[in-house]
């Protein structure tokens, strides 16, 4: 789907925006400081530099915002942190650590540490599967925790809580009922990532983090500052992993380079990129299509992959343009249906618009 998805309540916001001369994203009380500087900024308009800091100055509206950080062929074009925020400053990625365990998949691949996305589970996890397990447990592969279509019931949302309450996180995720069957439809589950790094810990004998610092240490200004263990000692796959917006933008900028680092040392493979990238189930929340640990979507123009993660903790990768972007919010209140995701998708555009000529 490529239509930008606006909740009804935010209509009635963009009129009032336009009507003040605001950014239709940038939405706050027209009395708030923000809202002013947002207004003279949206004034400034062009491309090119000057028009890409007007719009970073006008995102200071978007209250949750914490700081944007934008590249493009690995030039730093624009930053910004608001509040008291600093761009070097830890915060919770949510989410979107997802997408860095999908890039430990690959790289275990590359390192023949896996076979590829067609393991089945079962074998790689067979001291953890329940005592009956369900026939369909056979079946479900390395490829199907990526793409969320394990046909599992899911650990996120509203199951969220008692997952992660349980003594043991895989146990549990492995014993969960299938509600449809593997490589059937979108299941969005913080289990199905937290199963991979538990099979990145078995195969290598090594922790996710320890391999994260290790397979990822040579790129530039990446760093995993802090991550969340389960009670048998494994790092959450899939949530909360904490580092700081330029490391995230750093991260992104891995893969628009085709798995390169800055001084030309492969980390992943353009296989591996492709096979992320490429479209393998659709959201039942957004739409958007979904790869190996990536969201598909069509913005401004070009094709554009990127993470979220609850709050607001965005990556967005733009590989025609050279373009990455990273933002980082509140990690407190959430994105989805308060419309503030798709602010920022908005906010997204505006920057490609500005940058990506």
């Known amino acids: 789907m490529t239509r930008l998805l606006i909740p009804p309540l935010l209509n009635r916001r963009n009129f009032v925006c336009a009507a003040a001369g605001l950014p239709a994203w940038a939405w706050a009380q027209s009395d708030a400081p923000a809202a002013r500087g947002a207004r003279k900024a949206g004034d400034a308009r062009g491309d090119g530099p000057e028009g890409l800091e007007a719009v970073l100055t006008a995102a200071g509206a978007l209250e949750p915002l914490?700081?944007?950080?934008?590249?493009?062929h690995g030039q730093r074009l624009a930053e910004r942190a608001y509040g008291r925020r600093a761009l070097a400053a830890a915060t919770n990625i949510k989410s979107a650590s997802k997408t860095v365990v999908s890039a430990l998949v690959g790289a275990a691949i590359d390192r023949g540490v896996l076979t590829g996305t067609d393991q089945r589970v079962a074998a790689l996890l067979p001291g953890d599967l329940p005592r009956d397990p369900d026939?369909?447990?056979?079946?479900?592969?390395v490829g199907h925790l990526l793409s969320m279509q394990a046909g599992l019931q899911r650990t996120s949302g509203p199951h969220y809580g008692r997952w992660v309450a349980s003594r043991n996180w895989v146990r549990s995720a492995l014993a969960q009922d299938f509600v449809d069957e593997p490589g059937g439809g979108?299941?969005?589950?913080?289990?199905?990532?937290?199963?991979?790094s538990a099979i990145l810990?078995?195969?290598s004998g090594r922790s996710t983090l320890a391999l994260a610092r290790d397979w990822?240490?040579?790129l530039g200004g990446f760093a995993i500052v802090d991550w969340e263990r389960d009670p048998q000692g494994i790092y959450l796959g899939g949530n909360q992993m904490a580092m700081s917006p330029r490391s995230l933008l750093a991260f992104g900028e891995l893969y628009v380079r085709g798995g390169?680092?800055?001084?030309g040392r492969r980390l992943l493979s353009q296989d591996w990129i492709e096979q992320s990238w490429r479209p393998r189930t659709t959201s039942v929340f957004n739409g958007d299509g979904y790869?190996?640990?990536?969201?598909?979507r069509r913005m401004a123009g070009h094709d554009v992959r990127y993470a979220w993660g609850y709050?607001?903790?965005?990556?967005?990768v733009v590989p025609a343009a050279g373009l990455v972007v990273a933002m980082t919010s509140d990690e407190s209140s959430p994105s989805a249906r308060t419309g503030y995701r798709d602010r920022l998708h908005a906010l997204l555009e505006e920057i490609v618009t500005r940058a990506a000529g």
Do not use: E, I, K, N
């Open 66 to 72: 914490q700081a944007v950080v934008v590249s493009r």
């Open 311 to 316: 709050g607001g903790q965005m990556l967005y």
């Open 186 to 196: 979108m299941l969005y589950s913080t289990g199905s990532t937290h199963l991979l």
């Open 135 to 141: 026939p369909r447990l056979a079946r479900l592969t």
């Open 260 to 263: 390169l680092t800055a001084d």
């Open 291 to 296: 790869g190996y640990g990536w969201f598909l």
């Open 216 to 218: 990822l240490a040579p």
């Open 201 to 203: 810990t078995r195969r």
